[in-house]
């Protein structure tokens, strides 16, 4: 899996795709939230934010 990563940050940094950057910072902070608040009591209010 982190073999996949690696593999794709350096993808992006061979071609240029310097405008796919913002979408993939913002994918995967919004994956860590909703993985972090599961168990949580905040858990219904993020929801209701999506």
Do not use: D, H, N, Q
């Not at 940094?13 to 168990?39: D, H, M, Q, Y």
Request: proline letters at 4%; charged letters at 15%; glycine letters at 4%.
């Amino acid at each position: 899996m982190f073999s996949f990563i690696k593999e794709f940050l350096v993808f992006l940094k061979e071609r240029k795709k310097f405008i796919l950057w913002p979408i993939i910072t913002v994918l995967a902070l919004c994956g860590i939230l909703i993985i972090l608040s599961e168990g949580s009591v905040v858990a219904p209010f993020i929801y209701s934010i999506f």
